[in-house]
């Protein structure tokens, strides 16, 4: 009967219904992980960056390039070693641009966008997200490829101050080390600057 009902039902329907099962999985397969390791590869016109990043509860770990972002879930201290600086900023909790705020990176449950199904072929599901109307999303966009098998994301891609941003994930795991704190004493030698 199921079945049949599914098949009456407009494809729009079916397919928003279906992105929405993604979504929510997606953010369960997540929420299910305390703490885990994200491995990824982001592009931006012509830079390519592998990084990654590290996340037990509100807080994470991020590394790309030569720079590290640490967060308790209130402040993030963002350092660049090439400068040899650090600069404290305060989080936005509902920031889910990856290279912002990864913990809240893929959860996307009752979010600021609406999500659509644009093809599913061979266990892979890309999924367009927009910004619902008035929402404030910071970013525009997100096109995202999801592992329909393991709920986990493949790649995403959005616009950000102008710029194309394309990642591409390389692996997610739980965290099997124990999660590092930040150690203020280890840029001791840095010029700290304090934006909060």
């Given at each position: 009967?199921?079945?049949?009902?599914?098949?009456?039902?407009?494809?729009?329907?079916?397919?928003?219904?279906?992105?929405?099962?993604?979504?929510?999985?997606?953010?369960?397969?997540?929420?299910?992980m305390?703490?885990?390791?994200?491995?990824?590869?982001?592009?931006?016109?012509?830079?390519?960056?592998?990084?990654?990043?590290?996340?037990?509860?509100?807080?994470?770990?991020?590394?790309?390039?030569?720079?590290?972002?640490?967060?308790?879930?209130k402040t993030?201290?963002?350092?660049?070693?090439?400068?040899?600086?650090?600069t404290?900023?305060?989080?936005?909790?509902?920031?889910?641009?990856?290279?912002?705020?990864p913990?809240?990176?893929?959860?996307?449950?009752?979010?600021?966008?609406?999500?659509?199904l644009?093809?599913?072929?061979?266990?892979?599901?890309?999924?367009?997200?927009e910004?619902?109307?008035?929402?404030?999303?910071?970013?525009?966009?997100?096109?995202?490829?999801?592992?329909t098998?393991?709920?986990?994301?493949?790649?995403?891609?959005?616009?950000?101050d102008?710029?194309?941003?394309?990642?591409?994930i390389?692996?997610?795991?739980?965290?099997?080390?124990?999660?590092?704190?930040?150690?203020?004493?280890?840029?001791?030698?840095?010029?700290?600057?304090?934006?909060?």
């Amino acid at each position: 009967m199921l079945g049949v009902v599914s098949m009456l039902m407009p494809t729009a329907l079916r397919s928003a219904g279906r992105a929405d099962e993604i979504v929510a999985g997606l953010s369960a397969a997540f929420r299910a992980m305390n703490s885990y390791r994200v491995d990824f590869e982001v592009a931006m016109g012509e830079h390519r960056m592998a990084g990654s990043y590290a996340v037990c509860g509100a807080s994470y770990r991020l590394v790309l390039g030569d720079a590290e972002v640490w967060s308790d879930g209130k402040t993030r201290y963002e350092v660049d070693n090439r400068r040899k600086e650090v600069t404290l900023v305060r989080v936005e909790p509902n920031d889910r641009n990856i290279l912002n705020n990864p913990v809240r990176a893929f959860d996307f449950l009752g979010s600021d966008y609406a999500a659509s199904l644009l093809r599913e072929h061979n266990g892979e599901a890309t999924l367009l997200l927009e910004p619902a109307e008035g929402s404030g999303a910071p970013t525009g966009r997100v096109t995202l490829v999801v592992a329909t098998q393991t709920m986990r994301p493949r790649s995403l891609d959005y616009e950000f101050d102008g710029e194309r941003v394309a990642v591409r994930i390389l692996g997610v795991e739980p965290l099997r080390e124990a999660f590092p704190a930040f150690d203020r004493t280890a840029y001791a030698a840095y010029e700290w600057i304090d934006f909060r």
